[in-house]
């Protein structure tokens, strides 16, 4: 594979940056599917993302999981199934519908159309509670993200008020 190289100028700065274009159109189908991969895992949500919004769910849905689980397009046919296979323990039928309908929908199984959903639904404050707990779980990973220097400076300013 031997790459050919322009440069190409911006017309209001003089900088050069190289641009590597593949010669053979067979070289370029074989890099667009990785692409597309690629691409994909940035748009696709991180599972425990996902997953901490079905404990949340689960957690604060109750007899209204069957309303739920048809607004996010599982049949009825699995509710059923779902029912009969949980007849006594709501927590796992939610669990359950919210499993066949990540599997159902593979890549856009997302906590948005998730949230939008429960509010389609009228439970907005267990949407709320899903949407604060994203919120939550991102600043904490955000917070866990920082260097152990800003951490140590942070400590001291506390440490001297």
Not at 41 to 56: R, Y
Not at 75 to 89: G, V
Request: aromatic share 4%.
């Amino acid at each position: 594979m031997t790459p050919v190289t322009a440069d190409v100028s911006s017309s209001s700065k003089h900088h050069c940056w190289p641009v590597r274009f593949l010669e053979e159109p067979q070289q370029r189908r074989e890099v667009l599917p990785l692409a597309r991969r690629q691409v994909a895992s940035l748009i696709t949500p991180p599972p425990a993302k996902l997953q901490a919004a079905f404990d949340v769910i689960c957690d604060n849905v109750g007899r209204d999981w069957r309303r739920l689980a048809r607004q996010l397009r599982v049949s009825d046919a699995k509710i059923d199934a779902i029912e009969d296979r949980h007849p006594r323990n709501l927590t796992e039928r939610v669990r359950e519908s919210l499993r066949t309908w990540k599997d159902t929908e593979k890549e856009q199984a997302t906590v948005a159309h998730l949230v939008e959903a429960l509010r389609a639904c009228r439970m907005n404050l267990v949407a709320d509670l899903v949407e604060e707990d994203q919120q939550t779980r991102a600043l904490h990973s955000r917070a866990g993200a920082a260097s152990p220097m800003s951490m140590d400076s942070d400590v001291s300013a506390v440490e001297a008020s």
